[in-house]
């Protein structure tokens, strides 16, 4: 029998929960964030953390709706900030045990936060891959028809008009990475603007998922890969190409058409070369801007990765001076580029400056960003 659980239930039960109460209040007070990633879809091979099943477990239901529809799993928790499911069918054995998914776009997440609701669930991210996720740019000025007029997506055969509206594209098949267009304004019910969402999905395959914190911490440059959004207005209306889009509407219909040697002519064309809004840069930038939303993201994984004798032996190398507590002063990660986690133990050691004011142990700044005091104090000991 399926399973369900009452949304209703599951939220008034973990927001009475200290620490998932802690991180909910932290969220809120983020604001709106850029963020690059419509969707994270994480995976564990083992089940939710006995913590967070003691809460949730009383809202469970058995699903009575399930006729006619494909499920995986025989659990599936929703709520607004993550959809949990987990025990694959024995049909679906490759499926990973548990699958989370968390849109840090949409509820203006910080990678520390997205780190925390992971660690809430499962009691710990070290172990966590991510199987996919979906990546995104708002272009202003122009609507879903004009976007798929000028888009160019490499190695992509399928193009759908949704329902011929010329308001939804999809560019390539659902199973592989394929891209959407679709008109973001409409979803928001934005009155006399046009904002055109473009949206990558990329999967990961099961011997090639990256882990949560090499997808946090190593540079993304890759970002809309294979993605083109061509300056046809640089291109003459002469050629095969403009005729065939005047035909067709849409550039990779028109793109499809051509032989290959007139599809490598058009790859080194200048308004191909030099597109006119530039997808990856988009990305990128924002990216840059989601990351500095957690600024000590490399000091925090590496603290919470360290074993005890680990931070100590980091804390051994910085100075001490007479007293009895310690007062941390970590410098702040404010760089443009992502670091792996052998660089992060490197700016954890280097960072620290021990002295003895404080009558308590206090990391400044970085309670929401690394681990607050308690926690501390305990890897100390």
């Known amino acids: 029998m399926f399973k369900r659980f009452d949304t209703k239930a599951v939220t008034s039960a973990l927001e009475a929960d200290f620490r998932f109460k802690s991180i909910m209040r932290r969220i809120k007070e983020n604001g709106s964030l850029l963020c690059p990633y419509d969707g994270i879809s994480i995976c564990f091979d083992g089940p939710p953390s006995s913590y967070f099943l003691r809460i949730v477990m009383p809202a469970v ?48 997440i910080t990678p520390s936060q997205l780190l925390d609701l992971i660690k809430f669930i499962m009691g710990d991210y070290f172990t966590a891959s991510v199987s996919m996720f979906d990546e995104k740019v708002d272009i202003e000025d122009y609507t ?10 490499a190695h992509k055969r399928n193009i759908v008009d949704y329902k011929q509206k010329r308001q939804t594209y999809y560019i390539g098949s659902r199973k592989g990475m394929q891209v959407k267009v679709y008109d973001k304004a409409k979803l928001l019910k934005l009155k006399n603007k046009k904002l055109t969402r473009i949206e990558r999905t990329v999967k990961y395959s099961r011997l090639f998922r990256p882990t949560i914190t090499y997808f946090l911490l190593s540079p993304r440059t890759d970002m809309f890969d294979g993605v083109v959004m061509v300056d046809i ?79 100590h032996q980091l804390l051994s190398m910085t100075p001490v001076s007479n007293g009895s507590k310690y007062k941390l002063q970590p410098q702040v990660y404010n760089g443009i580029r992502q670091w792996g986690e052998s660089r992060a133990i490197r700016i954890l050691r280097n960072s620290l400056h021990v002295s003895f004011p404080s009558p308590a142990t206090n990391f400044y700044g970085l309670q929401s960003d690394v681990v607050d005091a308690m926690e501390l104090i305990a890897l100390i000991r």
């Not at 709520?79 to 548990?98: D, K, N, Q, S």
């Not at 879903?144 to 997506?153: C, D, G, I, N, Q």
């Open 233 to 311: 207005n640089k291109l003459d209306g002469r050629l095969k190409i403009m005729k065939l889009l005047k035909q067709k509407g849409i550039f990779m219909a028109a793109y499809k058409k051509l032989s290959p040697s007139e599809r490598t002519a058009l790859k080194r064309h200048h308004a191909f070369i030099h597109p006119r809004i530039n997808l990856r840069k988009l990305a990128s930038d924002d990216l840059e801007q989601w990351l500095r939303s957690s600024p000590n993201l490399p000091i925090k994984i590496a603290i919470e990765t360290c074993y005890k004798h680990h931070l």
């Open 61 to 108: 239901r058995n699903d009575r709706h399930i006729i006619g529809k494909r499920r995986v799993y025989k659990y599936l928790l929703k709520h607004p900030l993550f959809i949990v499911r987990w025990e694959p069918l024995t049909m679906f054995g490759p499926a990973p045990y548990t699958s989370i998914k968390i849109n840090p776009d949409r509820n203006n």
């Open 144 to 153: 879903p028809m004009s976007v798929a007029e000028r888009l160019y997506v």
